[in-house]
Every structure is written in C-alpha cells, then in structure tokens.
Nanobody, 119 residues
Framework: QVQLVVSGGDLVQPGGSLRLSCAAS????????MSWYRQAPGKDRELVAV?????????YANSVSGGRFTISRDNAKNTVYLQMNSLKPEDTAVYYC???????????WGQGTQVTVSS
C-alpha cells in the first residue's frame, strides 16, 4: 500500500521559512516524478513545484519561482522536500504531496499539511 506522509506545516510570520517533507512508502519512489501542490481557501488546487525522478529537472509555479521555494529529493530516504523561504501571506494554503510513477498510470496523493503565513 502506497503512503505519502507529509509533515512540516506550521504558522510562520511573513518573511519566515519552512521546510515540508513527504516520506513515501510502498512506492517506486526512484521512478516517480514528485510534486507539491497547494490549495488556498476558496481556490483551486495549484501546482507549486515538480521534480523529476532522478532530481535533475525541476519546475516551479510563477508565484514561487525566483528562488523563494526549492524542491529537492533524497531517493535513498524516499523523501521529497519543499524548502520555502521569504514566505508571504498569499502562500497560506494546505500543501499536498503528489507522486506520478513514470511510464504508468499510477498517481498518488499525500495528506495535506497546513501552512499559515501571518503576523
């Protein structure tokens, strides 16, 4: 059974930093593209960042590009991370981890973690 366990959400002041983690089990992690999505109240879920299976390719939403957010992965630990710096109130959302096993139709969601940016 595939599990994606997300952790790291918290309440943080504007300008602060957080690191989210998503630990996978039961998943062909090293052959999965991993993504972070977020959903703010009253808004659609949106893609924040994605990383290729080997970690060599990353892409970011325009709203977090420019170095504020960094996605990374450790295939030895079956874990993907989202480092979030210079957080803004508009980054407040529930953040989700998502796995796509490349070459298959297998897709999995982790549970969300709340990130609140407020003074």
């Amino acid at each position: 059974q595939v599990q994606l366990v997300v952790s790291g959400g918290d309440l943080v002041q504007p300008g602060g930093s957080l690191r989210l983690s998503c630990a996978a089990s039961g998943l062909a992690f090293s052959t999965s593209a991993m993504s972070w999505y977020r959903q703010a109240p009253g808004k659609d879920r949106e893609l924040v960042a994605v990383i290729s299976p080997a970690g060599g390719t990353t892409n970011y939403a325009n709203s977090v590009s420019g170095g504020r957010f960094t996605i990374s992965r450790d295939n030895a630990k079956n874990t993907v991370y989202l480092q979030m710096n210079s957080l803004k109130p508009e980054d407040t959302a529930v953040y989700y981890c998502y796995a796509q096993v490349v070459g298959t139709l297998y897709r999995y969601w982790g549970q969300g973690t709340q990130v609140t940016v407020s003074s």
